[in-house]
């Protein structure tokens, strides 16, 4: 046997048992992971027993239906970084862009959404206004460039650069750049649960 061919069977093997282990961690029968994936029940049940290699859309399907990364489910877990690394160029962590405002997430997509970190950018005399969000919601806004003013309710307060702000999130709020250029800034919000 060649090492090229153990390799495919160990890789088999490894993706059979953690295929397993997620169905049954998810408490999915075959047939609703066949659903979930749009995988049919008898390839899923090959993959499972180690007699199937599959395809690389495949295996993505399997993965999304799991909500991990393809790299989660072909990978050994003690061989997966322990750092995730969200890129500045991925597009698929863009929530908003256009001529107004820039809002970039940098929690990773698949976190639990008790908090999330966010890049904001806002054209001048323009603003981020949101509804209130879940009661007991916060936020904390630190400004990196620029001016803005903080409205959560009535409350209003003026920031400049280097300056924070913490307030409830679960009022109508809103961050309005004041300046004359972009204001930049980093928003946390925090959700009670």
């Known amino acids: 046997m060649n090492s090229q061919a153990t390799e495919s069977d160990n890789t088999a093997l490894t993706l059979s048992e953690r295929v397993k282990l997620l169905r049954k961690k998810s408490g ?7 659903m979930a994936s749009g995988v049919s029940r008898s390839m899923l049940s090959q993959i499972e027993r180690g007699q199937a290699n599959p395809t690389l859309t495949v295996a993505c399907r ?3 239906a799991f909500s991990i990364s393809i ?5 050994e877990p003690w061989t997966q970084s322990g750092i995730e690394v969200i890129r500045a160029d991925d597009a698929s962590h863009l929530y908003r862009s256009d001529d ?3 809002i970039r997430t ?3 997509l ?10 904001i950018s806002i054209a001048p005399g323009a603003a981020l206004t949101s509804a209130a969000h879940f009661e007991g919601t916060k936020e904390l ?3 990196h460039k620029g001016s803005v003013e903080i409205q959560s309710e009535s409350d209003i307060s003026s920031l400049k650069k280097g300056d924070s702000a913490h307030y409830r999130a679960d009022v109508d709020h809103s961050i309005r750049n004041t300046g004359n250029g972009r204001a930049e800034g980093y928003l946390v919000v925090t959700y009670m649960g």
């Open 106 to 108: 940098l929690s990773p």
């Open 28 to 34: 999915l029968t075959l047939e609703e992971l066949a």
């Open 71 to 75: 790299g989660e489910l072909v990978h």
């Open 62 to 64: 399997i993965a999304q």
């Open 141 to 143: 806004f630190t400004l």
């Open 110 to 119: 698949n976190m639990e959404k008790s908090i999330e970190f966010y890049e």
């Open 100 to 102: 107004q405002c820039r």
